[in-house]
């Protein structure tokens, strides 16, 4: 899993942690976030939902979550965005 301690990078841009065999869910945390504008993360093995919070980023330019074990929608602001 991601470790709490990267959630806690404010300024944080780019979060590229793509093919790291990482599983457990994403954090709601993400979502305070707030400077990100690319997130890569696919080729992992994240379960369960989407974060709600990942609507909040609203710089979020690219989000790659494929290749993992997700489950549900992602939420319209995500792709609002």
Do not use: H, R
Not at 10 to 24: A, F, P, Q, R
Not at 32 to 38: E, I, P, Q, S
Not at 42 to 70: A, D, H, W
Request: glycine share 8%; proline share 2%.
């Amino acid at each position: 899993s991601i470790p709490d301690s990267i959630y806690g990078l404010k300024k944080l841009k780019v979060l590229d942690l793509n093919d790291n065999n990482l599983s457990g869910s994403l954090s709601e945390s993400i979502g305070n976030m707030a400077m990100l504008v690319f997130v890569q993360l696919q080729g992992n093995n994240f379960t369960g939902s989407v974060p709600l919070n990942l609507g909040k980023l609203e710089n979020l330019e690219t989000l790659m979550i494929e290749n993992n074990n997700f489950n549900g929608a992602i939420v319209q602001e995500v792709c609002d965005n």
